[in-house]
């Protein structure tokens, strides 16, 4: 499929051999956007849809689903709206593990109740990228990475990656709609993912994963122990691992954990998010585990 596409500036090969890597690893013909926001709003584009339900996640998708809706009407429906109110061609959008909390979203019943009103389900997976899920196989009909996380590795590089499933026809029109909307990936970015990223991302995802889930049961006991900090200091941990039901102040101390809104690099990051808006519970704090030692990380989280 990948080679019928034509060449618009030979430059650009890199992206190309970008795309026919990720279009393995993803399950399904894979485009790569300059960011996952270009590429959230290229599926808008693709779709033309008059309604989308969408929940919690990640701010920016509902920032270009409101420019969208200032020129096309495009509607917002909650996640939990009736299966009736949606229409074909509508779109349900849903971001597994759900950003902040880390709580997997049970991807068919989403993709059951989409397919029944002949909508479409799109998965933003970004934070859970392969090879911890793959979303082709609980009916998503597209989906969405923000490359600029887990795939860039070291937090240098910007990128949306969608990836269609096979049996869509969405290949060429995406292609031919990314050259007037200009959101391709740029270059150097391609590159960078081609000679770089993707070639350690499992190693690291799979470090990554370990090391979170590691964290997160250490952090969990901590919590029920009177005679830990963090039982003074925290009330809840929240991962995808602690879950058992199905879901439909400024200075830091800490060394290791660099304050940032990014995640998915190499080193550990933290982001408390009452900085950025104030409407946030003030004791919610996310964190991105890196390939730092779990011991090491443990430590930094310990200290008085
Ligand atoms: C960061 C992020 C995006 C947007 O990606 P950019 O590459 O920053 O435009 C979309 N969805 C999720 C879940 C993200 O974390
Ligand atoms: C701030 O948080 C509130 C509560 O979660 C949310 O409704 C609002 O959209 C957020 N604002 C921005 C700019 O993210």
């Not at 420019?67 to 074909?88: F, I, Y």
């Not at 998503?140 to 887990?150: E, M, N, Q, R």
Request: charged fraction near 20%; charge should be negative.
């Amino acid at each position: 499929m990948l080679k019928d596409i034509p060449f618009q500036f030979s430059g650009l090969q890199y992206h190309v051999r970008f795309e026919a890597i990720l279009t393995s690893i993803l399950g399904g013909p894979a485009l790569t956007y300059a960011s996952g926001l270009a590429a959230f709003h290229a599926v808008l584009v693709l779709l033309n849809s008059r309604r989308i339900a969408i929940g919690e996640g990640y701010h920016g998708c509902n920032g270009v689903i409101s420019m969208v809706s200032r020129m096309t009407g495009l509607k917002n429906l909650p996640l939990d709206c009736d299966a009736a109110e949606l229409q074909p061609g509508d779109i349900i959008h849903v971001e597994t593990p759900l950003n902040p909390t880390r709580e997997a979203i049970d991807l068919q019943y989403y993709a059951d109740k989409a397919h029944k009103m002949r909508a479409f389900l799109i998965v933003d997976a970004t934070f859970g990228p392969p090879p911890l899920q793959n979303p082709f196989d609980f009916g998503a009909d597209i989906v969405l990475h923000s490359g600029t996380k887990y795939f860039g590795e070291q937090s240098d590089m910007l990128c949306g990656i969608l990836a269609a499933k096979p049996q869509h026809d969405f290949l060429m029109k995406l292609y031919s709609d990314r050259v007037y909307l200009g959101s391709v990936a740029g270059n150097t970015e391609s590159w960078l993912g081609t000679c770089m990223s993707l070639r350690t991302l499992e190693l690291r995802v799979i470090r990554q994963s370990a090391t979170a889930t590691a964290l997160v049961s250490w952090f969990h006991s901590q919590l029920h122990d009177p005679s830990t900090a963090v039982h003074e200091l925290a009330q809840e941990v929240h991962h995808a691992s602690l879950q058992t039901e199905a879901k439909e102040d400024g200075s830091c101390k800490l060394r290791l954990f660099q304050h940032a809104t990014s995640l998915g690099g190499v080193e550990s990051l933290m982001e408390w998010r009452a900085m950025t808006n104030t409407s946030i519970d003030q004791r919610l704090v996310r964190l991105s585990i890196g390939v730092e030692a779990l011991e090491d990380l443990a430590r930094d989280l310990q200290q008085d």
